[in-house]
């Protein structure tokens, strides 16, 4: 017996030295591709954005760097008017037909460079088909519907475009109820929209938007890189993983409870609540339309699916994340909103098809972890816009 522990002994040892230096390699591959991720002195991990007491926060005019992420790294231009993209004057010059796009920051869309974003795609698409067109980028990270239509009243409109399209995606609905950091609309006895939290008070020092730029880094998972890296693909790609790697202190836990709010428009369970969403959103259309119209523009409405709406297999990981039952649809915000919209006599434009389309031929419009469209989504959201202004460009 002794001697065969003696034999085993040293092949031990050297399984044991082998899977060290396997670990040692590993760790060290992976603090490498970190600090090559890292990028340099002059980039940022956020978006570029300011304190603005009228909208909450807003893009620096003038500004600009490389935003740096695990899964892109792109140059980003705010012109001296606060709009991603070229300089653009109020006058439009005759013979131009003029776009303006209004969302978040799909339509900002700083994870892809300025000419590959849906407005730079849209720009080159519509000038193609001929005639003098002009895009203007009105995307802004983090805006909800109600931030949108204020910064139509205070600059879209003196850009004086002929098509305003309004880019909609599922938060919006819990964002255009929050008044923290923003202002925010309440109907009145009236039932007439009034401004609150108007003008918004400015942050502490230290906490305004332009106080927490901060350059691009991973932070090491119990010291280690690897783990973290791991971290990162285990927590939105396969959460039933995480969680057991969580309990054995591999990666971090991934935060548990009840699905945040922005996502209660998906399911059957939270009725007052959604409602109140649906109603305010509802009443901030109609009023957006009705002053766009008034403008002599035509204003609409360009669903922005979340991956999880195009993507089954993204579905079935959000609801293995936050454990949603059967009652949860990935289809209820669109097609209420495709009520909405008739009811407003709003057009809607609904790019899932494309989009479904090219998932499935392998073009990924999507980054897995960022969960915002890679180039080829905005594209095929471009080549979608395109279409619905009467122009037919083939699909990417």
């Known amino acids: 017996m002794r001697k065969t522990v003696r034999g085993l002994l040293p092949n031990l040892l050297v399984a044991a030295a ?12 992976a603090r490498v591709w970190a600090r090559r991720l890292a990028g340099d002195a002059g980039s940022v991990r956020d978006p570029l954005l300011r304190f603005d007491p009228a909208l909450g926060w807003s893009k620096p005019p003038g500004r600009q760097a490389f935003l740096q992420r695990t899964e892109y790294r792109t140059h980003i231009r705010i012109n001296s008017r606060g709009l991603r993209g070229p300089e653009a004057a109020y006058d439009k010059p005759a013979g131009v037909r003029r776009v303006l796009l209004l969302g978040d920051s799909f339509v900002e869309g700083y994870t892809v460079d300025e000419q590959s974003s849906v407005a730079g795609v849209l720009l080159d698409l519509l000038r193609a088909s001929g005639g003098a067109w002009d895009v203007l980028n009105g995307g802004t990270h983090g805006w909800s519907t109600d931030q949108e239509y204020l910064f139509w009243r205070a600059e879209g409109a003196r850009y004086r475009p002929d098509e305003v399209v309004l880019f909609f995606y599922y938060n919006d609905l819990a964002g255009n109820l929050m008044a923290d950091g923003k202002p925010r609309f309440e109907p009145d006895a009236g039932g007439e929209l009034r401004l609150v939290n108007s003008p918004v008070p400015r942050p502490p020092a230290g906490e305004a938007q332009e106080d927490l730029a901060r350059p ?3 932070q090491p998972w119990r010291g280690s890189m690897a783990l973290r890296l791991l ?7 396969n959460p039933d993983l995480h969680r057991s790697l969580a309990r054995m202190g591999l990666v971090p836990p991934a935060p548990d409870g009840p699905p945040p709010t922005e996502l209660w428009p998906f399911s059957a369970v939270h009725v007052t609540e959604t409602r109140q969403m649906w109603d305010l959103t509802t009443a901030i259309l109609e009023r957006m339309a009705r002053e766009v119209e008034s403008s002599g523009a035509r204003l609409r409405v360009f669903y922005v699916p979340a991956r999880f709406e195009v993507d089954e297999r993204a579905w079935l990981l959000t609801r293995r994340r936050h454990r949603l039952g059967p009652r949860w649809k990935p289809d209820r915000v669109v097609e209420r909103l495709r009520a909405v919209c008739a009811e407003l006599r709003l057009p809607l434009v609904d790019p899932r098809a494309e989009l479904i389309a090219g998932e499935r031929a392998g073009r990924r419009a999507y980054y897995p972890q960022d969960g915002h469209w890679t180039e080829a989504g905005h ?12 122009q037919r460009p083939a699909m990417p």
């Open 379 to 390: 594209a095929t959201a471009a080549a979608v816009v395109a279409r619905a202004l009467g």
């Open 231 to 237: 971290s990162n693909r285990t927590s939105g790609g």
């Open 216 to 218: 691009f880094y991973l």
């Open 18 to 29: 082998s899977l060290a230096l396997t670990l040692a390699a590993i760790e060290g591959g």
